[in-house]
């Protein structure tokens, strides 16, 4: 069956770094674009970044310039760098696959940015 498993969340100060990763499997990874969302508590979840089957990246605004998205086909994963951390980054972080009508979403990992 498809699964997606986040690691990587953790607390980190604000200036600091994590590095998130989703590990895939049961479907076929390369043909699908992935995509990390993130809700804060009592918001909508938002769309953090997204990597195509052909590698093609887009961000949201929040984000640009701090985060950067990748994928390895042959690991089936795909990260999220994020860096120059603020406590506005603190929310659940969910990994998505998506090919045509399919959606898939991983079960989410913490972020908490706080001294």
């Known amino acids: 069956q498809v699964q997606l498993v986040e690691s990587g969340g953790g607390l980190v100060q604000p200036g600091g770094s994590l590095r998130l990763s989703c590990a895939a499997s049961g479907f076929t990874f390369s043909s699908y674009a992935m995509s990390w969302y993130r809700q804060a508590p009592g918001k909508e979840r938002e769309l953090v970044a997204r990597i195509t089957s052909d590698s093609s990246t887009l961000y949201g605004d929040s984000v640009k310039g701090r985060f950067t998205i990748s994928r390895d086909n042959a690991k089936n994963t795909v990260d999220l760098q994020m860096n120059s951390l603020k406590p506005e980054d603190t929310a659940v972080y969910y990994c998505?696959?998506?090919?045509?009508?399919?959606?898939?979403w991983g079960q989410g990992t913490q972020v908490t940015v706080s001294s």
């Open positions: 998505k696959a998506t090919y045509f009508v399919l959606n898939y």
